[in-house]
């Protein structure tokens, strides 16, 4: 039976979103009254305390989310909110781009809601675009599946795939026209957004779009912890720019152990006036639609305190794909 309550419940949401009619208050209200009914359909709350929905699951490279993690994404209110906006307005500039072609998606990680299907299809009908799901947690794409069965979306899909998006061969990869990745956390740690560029973006077209088209880590000083309202900030630059960092490796068919080190000169910073650094995870989603600091748990700073006076004179930032995902920093002399 289709869930035509929720159906309306996500039309009306999403269509009052992209109108620019809803307050923040209202959004999140909105969402949560989209995850209740969606933790009905599925039996999956976000919040349980079983094992199985509680672990991360290993990748080629990296983890990807456990369940529950992957579930409460959707209640990252301006994340969702941003990414739906920004995965709209890609699908109607390819239409515009291709008048009449069927526009074909491609989602990797899709978690058990599927939001990006489940909240964004009803909104076209399905000779307008189609979707291709991956998912490496064979509960999570069950669960998508049961959930996209329940609202009569299936006529949306073109397949379901139970595989690992880090070393993942896309059929036809050229029919694709935007590619969704939302597989970050905050500072690129663990997860795969990194190694599934690798291997995922040579496979597309050139015209591929993909969401979030870009990662940046910023590097920032701070006279007082991120508390302190006084704070003020001198602007390093990115540390890491994940599009410019795959691109330097165009043609090299093997994922590398680790990106080019970025190492900053501290003597030239005036660092004996700041006492904290400051590392910032900013989404580039699509087009203007950004995601900055504090909108997401994605772009939580991290903080770092100086112990003055310094011993050292570099900073030495490494990214390393393994043996764990994770940005390393180290000091020198």
């Keep these: 039976m289709i869930e035509k309550e929720t159906i309306s419940v996500i039309k009306k949401f999403t269509s009052a979103l992209l109108e620019n009619s809803l307050n923040?208050?209202?959004i999140e209200k909105?969402?949560?009254e989209i995850h209740a009914h969606f933790q009905r359909i599925t039996d999956i709350t976000g919040f349980d305390s079983k094992i199985e929905h509680l672990a991360a699951v290993p990748t080629a490279k990296g983890k990807a989310l456990g369940l529950n993690h992957a579930a409460q994404c959707l209640l990252d209110h301006k994340r969702t909110v941003k990414f739906?906006?920004?995965i709209v307005a890609a699908i109607k500039a390819k239409q515009k781009e291709q008048p009449g072609e069927v526009i074909n998606l491609f989602y990797a990680g899709c978690g058990p809601y599927a939001p990006f299907i489940t909240?964004?299809?009803?909104l076209f009908h399905c000779e307008e675009v189609?979707?291709?799901?991956l998912e490496i947690n064979k509960k999570s794409l069950d669960s998508s599946k049961r959930l996209i069965n329940s609202l009569g979306l299936n006529d949306y899909i073109q397949e379901f795939y139970l595989e690992d998006a880090v070393i993942f061969d896309v059929q036809n990869a050229d029919s694709f026209h935007i590619l969704i990745s939302e597989t970050l956390d905050a500072l690129l740690y663990r997860e795969c957004y990194v190694p599934i560029l690798f291997n995922l973006l040579p496979q597309f077209n050139e015209n591929i779009t993909l969401i979030p088209e870009n990662v940046l880590i910023n590097l920032s000083l701070a006279t007082q912890t991120k508390s302190n309202q006084d704070s003020t900030e001198y602007n390093v630059?990115?540390?890491?720019?994940?599009?410019?960092?795959v691109a330097s490796y165009a043609g090299v068919r093997q994922t590398p152990s680790n990106l080019t080190d970025e190492k900053i000169d501290l003597s030239t910073l005036e660092i004996k006036n700041y006492e904290?650094?400051?590392l910032d995870t900013q989404v580039h989603i699509y087009d203007d639609i950004w995601l900055n600091r504090n909108e997401s748990q994605l772009t939580q700073p991290l903080g770092i305190k100086l112990e003055h006076p310094l011993q050292y004179n570099t900073i030495i930032f490494t990214y390393y794909l393994e043996p764990e995902i994770e940005l390393k920093c180290t000091f020198q002399q």
């Excluded at 909240?119 to 009803?122: C, D, F, G, Y």
């Design 24 to 26: 923040q208050a209202e």
């Design 30 to 32: 909105s969402l949560n």
């Design 84 to 86: 739906l906006q920004a």
């Design 119 to 122: 909240l964004v299809a009803p």
């Design 130 to 133: 189609q979707f291709s799901l």
């Design 237 to 245: 630059g990115s540390i890491l720019n994940v599009r410019e960092s």
């Design 276 to 278: 904290t650094i400051l």
